[in-house]
Nanobody, 117 residues
Framework: QVQLVESGGGLVQAGGSLRLSCVAS????????VGWYRQAPGKQRELVAT???????DYADSVKGRFTISTDNVKSTVDLQMNNLKPEDTAVYYC???????????WGQGTQVTVSS
């Protein structure tokens, strides 16, 4: 069973920065897609940023230019650098890794990010 542990969340003022880290119990390269999602109270979980095995990266329009996703195969981590945070970024952020075949998704427990005005 793959386990994901997120860390780095917290409370920051608007304009501040946070770096989220997701440590996987298996090597990152064993998954086709890795990334971060977030869910605010009363809203659907949404994609924040993903990275494919071949290096293709996709960001939500709302975070482009502010967030950067990266992976470290040695440390088995998926990181999310978040700059110029806005109150609307407030949410629980979840790490996700996906294997296409056999099809399987794994999720972390989530880490809270709160951005104050």
């Amino acid at each position: 069973q793959v386990q994901l542990v997120e860390s780095g969340g917290g409370l920051v003022q608007a304009g501040g920065s946070l770096r989220l880290s997701c440590v996987a119990s298996e090597a990152i390269f064993r998954f086709n897609i890795v990334g971060w999602y977030r869910q605010a109270p009363g809203k659907q979980r949404e994609l924040v940023a993903t990275r494919t095995y071949v290096g293709n990266i996709d960001y939500a329009d709302s975070v482009k230019g502010r967030f950067t996703i990266s992976t470290d195969n040695v440390k088995s981590t998926v990181d999310l650098q978040m700059n110029n945070l806005k109150p609307e970024d407030t949410a629980v952020y979840y790490c996700n890794v996906r294997r296409v075949f056999p099809a399987k998704d794994y999720w972390g427990q989530g880490t809270q990010v709160t951005v104050s005005s």
